[in-house]
């Protein structure tokens, strides 16, 4: 089962910046913070990853609280092209198989 | 570009019959990774690969096989075994040694239908 919650929904206006939040509850201390997206039919696209750092790239940047039980994924102009299901994910790849274990996502709708 | 292939994207399967579906990927990535997606679920690991000639069984192996006989190919056979085989196929690969951590990438998945 996955270790993350978050919320099933959210909608943003194209244009604006899209706050995607993600509950850590149980990461531990060796885990990094993936985030994932699956746009309909298409295989799961890689956003970014961190550790206690904040991170930031091309596509988004990532928040992660110092306490690391929450971070939040923004996308600083969000375009149509960005409607689909985000997921957050705590992965240890040391003494793991490296199973990716997506939960049910934030279902994200830009809406023009 | 540097990518996975997925191949084919659509496959029907007669019943009985054993069908291979196929992933390649020019990452130079060690690791290769096969999921199963069903309506409205997360992923399920099927078998991964660390490295060449070598693959251990996920989370949900029985009814699947794999060969991993060269770096950038990593072929999954869904057998006549798999009661259930309707679903949607993802492969992954990774870059680094097996505990680094770099993200997966996928392929753009095949769909298995049964006729």
């Known amino acids: 089962d996955a270790k993350t919650t978050q919320p099933p929904s959210m909608d943003c206006a194209e244009g604006r910046a899209a706050n995607l939040p993600c509950n850590h509850s149980?990461?531990?201390?060796?885990?990094?913070v993936y985030w994932y997206r699956q746009i309909h039919s298409q295989g799961p696209q890689y956003i970014i990853h961190?550790?206690?750092n904040n991170e930031t790239n091309e596509m988004a940047s990532l928040i992660i609280t110092e306490d690391r039980k929450s971070s939040t994924l923004i996308l600083p102009h969000a375009t149509l092209r960005d409607t689909a299901v985000y997921y957050c994910?705590?992965?240890?790849?040391?003494?793991?198989?490296?199973?990716?274990?997506f939960g049910k996502g934030t279902k994200l709708s830009v809406k023009p | 570009d540097g990518g996975i292939t997925q191949s084919p994207k659509y496959l029907f399967r007669k019943e009985g019959q054993n069908v291979t579906l196929s992933c390649e990927q020019n990452?130079?990535?060690?690791?290769m990774y096969w999921y199963r997606q069903d309506p409205g679920q997360g992923l399920r690991l099927i078998y991964y690969?660390?490295?060449?000639?070598?693959?251990q069984k996920g989370d949900i192996a029985e009814g699947y096989s794999v060969s991993r006989e060269k770096k950038e190919s990593f072929p999954l056979t869904v057998t006549s075994a798999q009661k259930n085989p309707t679903a949607f196929y993802l492969c992954?690969?990774?870059?680094?040694?097996?505990?680094?951590?770099?993200?997966?990438?996928f392929g753009d998945g095949t769909r298995l239908s049964i006729l």
């Open positions: 992954a690969s990774k870059g680094g040694h097996d505990r680094a951590h770099q993200p997966q990438h």
């Open positions: 149980t990461i531990s201390g060796n885990e990094y």
């Open positions: 961190g550790l206690k």
């Open positions: 994910i705590d992965m240890n790849y040391g003494g793991s198989q490296g199973n990716l274990i």
């Open positions: 990452l130079n990535h060690d690791a």
């Open positions: 690969s660390q490295i060449v000639n070598d693959f």
